[in-house]
């Protein structure tokens, strides 16, 4: 079942039911006008990734923006995205299944879809799903530039890759997928810049040698919230797939320096038992918020940590002072993660401050397939 | 919205979607089976935990097989429950807020509805709720033996709080909630021995203080899969809570011994990029299976580790022989932790003997409010 809405319009924050997924909309608009600016300075193009938000709210306002299309990992998020007035969608991964090819290649029919590949045997079911449905797919190569998952290998496995795109009869060769996802979390930029600059240098023999080869690439594609502004001036990408930046997680807080965004999504808990001093419990645990990349912070309160998680409590403490919260009162966490943290939910809160505006459903919410 | 099921009665299990919740059918009856014994030959009563399964037909099962009623955590499980056609529901856990206690209360109208508290405040506003609706409503008072969590000190406090409830017009004094959280998995019997012996001692004392004062515990309620037996034999707790038994999730099963029930809660992946030896990507990420208890286990594959998962992807690694699977190939996983996995689907696919038997939706998949 889809939960009900936690709010309504012209509500104040602290009449929220919780624990809900909120979301600050001048932090929010903010950030879409920061990413906006800073693409369209590098001359880049931008194709945020809809895996952190699953919602063509939002798709939809980052287009205004001047994003060209979305990203999204699974064919149960694109069609969401297709089915919700998306135009232009990529799945930035890897898909072999018969049956999910045989959907994606229904949306084809109204929408320009993309999908990565990595294998030959990848690249025949995409052609035999478009010949079916008698549509033309775009592909992208993934090369493995550093992350050490998908992808084959830059240079002449790519190339021959490739090749095999451009000879099928449905298929577009699109380019190169070259996202190195372990990069965005390495916490100094001297980290950060040394992994890109060895991505971009991969990738960059790639294009040539894709191009000697007579295969160019419209979209060299790939970076995240915690890179893309070494991606932007490499000069071999062309589009760039970041995704968290308009909410920014407490994990990319971490990064020094932090990207310029600001934090605009929070999980709205409530103190739900206060039985003695330094401690308080409020009605958010693991099935609220992510904490595969550390437990959330909590907002307003740096002296304050949220520990112990338990499937539906968590737990905060302070050093100093006895009573810090009352029984009820509301409390802002920002998450550890925050796409992971989104699909435990069914609607954004949007607040400004302090009255809820509006609701969207996260309508992709648990699309894995 | 709610996701397409994965699959339909009769496909083979390699023909569902993933990633998919599937269910081993005989796996699970046998635990029911298990559990059911343990809790007649000790004599104690069975209220099995739906915030691990999140299904009214799981509970109606249980209920089959000898279960009392059904404890959840949050108003919105107890509603979808309810809605579902159980009769006699405990919210094993404080609920504050006005406006969450007056749907409390609402179901109070049709079903037994039971909920713990472990302040003053909190039981004015049952008592509120309960009157406004004109219902009758049932506290445990919550004493906190060793989980350090919510819950009231026992002895005194929890003696003055009883009281509040028996002399609250709309409520009943139902007993005592003394759950030991932390001790569900400490990793020898001894170390669980020692816990409940302690937890079990302390609320023996706070039932005798209680008796003293006039005031008889028609519950007294805990336990979990991890200790379940040794509350069952204490003599004092005639109520065990256990959920996890009727799955058995992979952290469980590190325990020594472990429980006496089997793996049947399996996240089934299919293998989506083989472009390395010794490696394998498979769909299923942080978004699909929950790993704050450790990674999965791969069934059937006791030399192969799930590591390095991100939201959408999970890598297989071994150490020797080249390829270990193909592309588009289904693998079993066994969650680390299963009631924050099962919250992040809407379909249970039930399974026997290789084949799909049925479809159960996940009801109060989300239900955090």
Redesign the interface.
Known sequence: ????P?AEPGMAEDEI????LVLDLDAFEANLATMAEATKAAGVRLRPHA?THKSPVIARLQGRAGAVGQCV??V?EAE?LAWGGIEDILVS?????P??LARLAALARFCKIGVCA??A??IAAIEAAAAAADVSIEVLVEI?IGA??????PGAEAVALARRVADSRHLTFGGLQAYH?KAQHLRTPEERRAAIASASALTAETVEALRQAGLACRTVGGAGTGTFALEAKSGVYNELQAGSYIFMDADYGRNQPAPPFRHSLFVLA?V????RDGMA?V??G???V???SGPPAVWGHDDVRYA??????G?LFWESGDRRFS??QRVRLVPG?C??TV????WYVGVRRGRVECLW?V???????
């Open positions: 079942m889809i939960q009900r936690p039911d919780t624990p809900a895996k990992q699974k149960a969401i991964n890897e898909v072999v299944s049956r999910k990595d294998s045997a990848g493995e050490g998952r998908c992808g084959t290998s996802g409530s739900m038992s206060v039985t419990v009605d958010a693991h099935k609220a992510a904490v595969d112990g998680p338990s499937d539906e409590h737990q029984l009820d993660h796409d992971p699909d435990r939910y069914d459903p309508a992709a919410r648990g699309a894995m397939a």
